[in-house]
């Protein structure tokens, strides 16, 4: 089945994994429990790598730097049909959000398991999406559209300070400065300039109003190609650092049953106004008073969606692949239930203790921490060696509890577990935010790590103290008090302290 708006559905049993490492494994195993045979594709660094062998078939597609293969629109769809595959999943990041090579694939015939390219391309232009979604009634960070120098310095000082100045195209924090005097302003434009021009080519920037103290929350989106859209809840995306997550969950601490409904609605409005189809995530800001504004739409599958499916029990990337194939929608909005609470730590090869420099070499130990409610999805073994072409990532490690509290509890356990040797990595920066008492107590917003975090800084906090308050936020926010436990020391183990937390929230 073919639509008018340039999406091309229809059913299909070969589909190619354009992308690495340990999305491209979740891709795989996803398509062979619905049973598609798959194809990989590969450069000369990802020779020997787990989606190589996992995959049906693989083929070799360039040398190591992104540029020269994954990037390259042509190698894809050559490989597309040398291999016979009717279909190409892009993953993220590489070629997931580039509108030509979604449009290229459907002038081939070859089904792109995601959104239209028009819808893409609408969405991927946050000025148009500005536009787009404010028509459509959601609402937006205050701020000023593209112009020149001078009207941006203008419009400043009309709209005041703090604010931010950002790259029209691209994402992931680059060709973006913020502001915080008038004096500012000039030389931030032109930093963004130059930055947005050298990443993305394009070098268009806008203004937007500075949050003080948000939260960064986002909703998940399904919808299919016979006008059904719905949402799954929402995700806590706050703590990151220079713009990169760095952890997320799901629920969100400061989120209701209200405030989710509302995002949810002006969510599905703004997949809606773009005719999308397929996964999605919309990005909001939600200030202090629990206003909530669009950010951007990630036209994509998420890195950080393994949260969504553990709480709601859909596998989100099985879903696109039935979208993609023309089949509706098996759940409605009133079948979403969110269970549980889940947590995701993005595992890097970087040393948090030296400013988070990035750390190459060859993995000589890994050990994956195991158990109930622990999930791992990687795409590293012993031997293998982390390289500079690509993103730091190297696991993603995903805890599931019935509260908060069990969540923590088991992510603290499966981090202990966790032994990688070779390189260095962030894990002993996820165990100390894991004792972290504003942490526990939901007290964090987008600035926190960059600004109130410090690897060498311990929280000297009684523990039993630590957690008479957690339990009282936790109650303010009308939560149970065993959604929050006591923070235990990095380097013990936490189990000593197992004791005085139960007789506590007895």
């Not at 609402?139 to 029209?168: H, Q, R």
């Not at 990035?358 to 590293?380: N, Q, W």
């Not at 390189?423 to 894991?434: A, E, G, L, S, W």
Request: proline fraction near 4%; glycine fraction near 8%; hydrophobic fraction near 40%.
């Amino acid at each position: 089945m073919t639509r008018t708006d340039g999406l091309l559905t229809k059913k299909f049993d070969k589909l190619l994994i354009a992308n690495r490492g340990e999305i491209a494994m979740r891709i795989l195993r996803a398509a062979h429990e619905l049973g598609i045979e798959t194809v990989a594709v590969y450069s000369d660094a990802d020779r020997n790598a787990p989606h190589v062998r996992y995959a049906h078939e693989a083929y070799h597609i360039g040398s190591s730097p992104a540029r020269d293969s994954y990037l390259v629109i042509d190698k894809i769809l050559d490989v597309a049909k040398k291999s016979g595959a009717e279909a190409v999943h892009p993953g993220y990041g590489f070629l997931a959000e580039r509108a030509e090579f979604a449009q290229a694939c459907v002038d081939a015939g070859i089904v792109f398991v995601g959104p239209p390219a028009a819808a893409i391309r609408t969405m991927g232009d946050k000025q148009t999406a500005r536009e787009t979604v404010t028509a459509a009634g959601v609402p937006v960070v205050p701020g000023a559209p593209v112009g020149t120098d001078e009207e941006l310095i203008a419009a400043g000082n009309e709209i005041g300070f703090p604010l931010l100045v950002k790259a029209s195209a691209g994402g992931g924090g680059k060709g973006m400065r913020p502001v915080y005097e008038a004096k500012d302003l000039p030389d931030a434009i032109a930093a963004a300039r130059r930055e947005a021009q050298a990443a993305f080519g394009d070098g268009t920037v806008y203004l937007e109003k500075m949050i003080v103290d948000g939260r960064h929350i986002e909703i998940q989106l399904l919808a299919d190609s016979h006008g059904n859209t719905l949402y799954l809840g929402e995700r806590e995306c706050s703590l990151q650092r220079r713009h990169q997550k760095l952890i997320e969950e799901s629920p969100s601490f400061v989120v209701d049953e209200d405030l989710r409904r509302r995002m949810g609605e002006v969510a599905v409005a703004a997949a809606k106004a773009v005719d999308y189809v397929n996964a999605g995530t919309i990005e909001f800001l939600v200030d202090k008073e629990k206003n909530f504004y669009f950010l951007e739409m990630n036209t994509r599958l998420q890195v950080e969606h393994p949260v969504t499916e553990l709480v709601t029990g859909v596998d989100i990337v099985q879903e696109m692949l039935r979208i993609a194939r023309g089949r509706k929608l098996r759940i409605t909005q009133d079948d979403v239930q969110m269970k549980g609470w889940a947590i995701e730590c993005r595992i890097n090869a970087e040393d948090p203790y030296n400013n988070y420099l990035p750390s190459t070499g060859t993995i000589t130990t890994s050990r994956l921490p195991t158990g109930p409610g622990v999930r791992v999805d990687t795409g590293v073994f012993p031997g293998y060696e982390v390289t500079p072409y690509y993103d730091s990532m190297i696991s993603k490690l995903i805890c599931y509890g019935e509260t908060r509290g069990e969540a923590v509890l088991r992510m603290r356990r499966a981090l202990t577990e966790y032994r990688i040797m070779g390189v260095k990595t962030n894990i002993p920066f996820h165990q100390h935010m894991m004792d972290s008492h504003r942490f526990l107590t939901g007290q964090f917003d987008t600035k926190f790590v960059e600004e109130r975090f410090s690897m060498n800084d311990r929280e000297a906090t009684d523990h039993l103290e630590a957690a008479i308050l957690a339990t009282l936020v936790a109650h303010r926010q009308g939560q149970q008090a065993s959604q929050i436990m006591a923070p235990g020391e990095r380097d013990t183990s936490n189990w000593k302290y197992l004791g005085r937390w139960e007789r506590l929230r007895r």
